[in-house]
């Protein structure tokens, strides 16, 4: 099963001491010079102090190698330090590492776990990893339709993989109506966003359409551009 996850870098905000921010600035503006050695410190010392962001900081740190040799067991450690408090940066990876077998056992459940926590806070990314879980019945019980749902969610996100999802939905008839037109618009964004995949399923799509079909399916693919290809390109090029 392939998986469309990310692992994304330090920055959740909570709220700390003066004191303690000020360790965390000077570790994240070390880890920028590339003195790895001086944020591992920072970060360790901070993470011991119970910091959910230096917890998440140094299992990035662990993660990537830098400062000390990659260790995915201790990456894993101390992002679900900081996935237990809230970090939504730590139970991102924390996800993924499950869905992967990095670190940890592989664990297809936990993973979801992680990711429909976030996915109820309406993250696009966690919901667009969600539905294929539950597309595949990995970790939770097979449904069609809650992979259709947490697409849909994704989708009019700007999440490109939901986007594209949704629309071979569409093109299929499965958890949906068959509908070429719904296809191509879904489809058209995100081959918008640059997913090659997407634009030949598309160009299909568009293949099995009458000349009318095509005039309202030109239309409706204009305003999903619109409304949730748009709003969302820069947002969904950064990390959390």
Sequence with gaps: MKLNVWVVGFFVVVT???MAQAGFDEAVAAAN???YGIAFKEFSALAEQNDARAQQALGWMYYEGQGRARDYQQAAFWYR????????????NLAQMYAYGKGVTQDFAEAARWWEKLAEQGDGR??????ELYYAGSGVARSVDAAVRWWREAAEQGIVAAQRHLGLMYGKGQGVAQDDVQAYAWLNAAALQDDMSAEKSR????????EAQRA???TLAAQYAEKFVE?????????H
């Design 16 to 18: 700390m001491t003066p």
């Design 33 to 35: 010079d590339g003195k």
């Design 81 to 92: 330090k900081a996935a237990d408090q809230g970090n939504v940066t730590a139970q991102i």
């Design 126 to 131: 966690a919901q667009s990893a969600l539905a």
């Design 203 to 210: 160009d299909f799509a568009l293949s099995q359409l009458s």
């Design 216 to 218: 309202q399916a030109e």
């Design 231 to 239: 709003p969302f390109r820069e947002k969904n090029k950064k990390p």
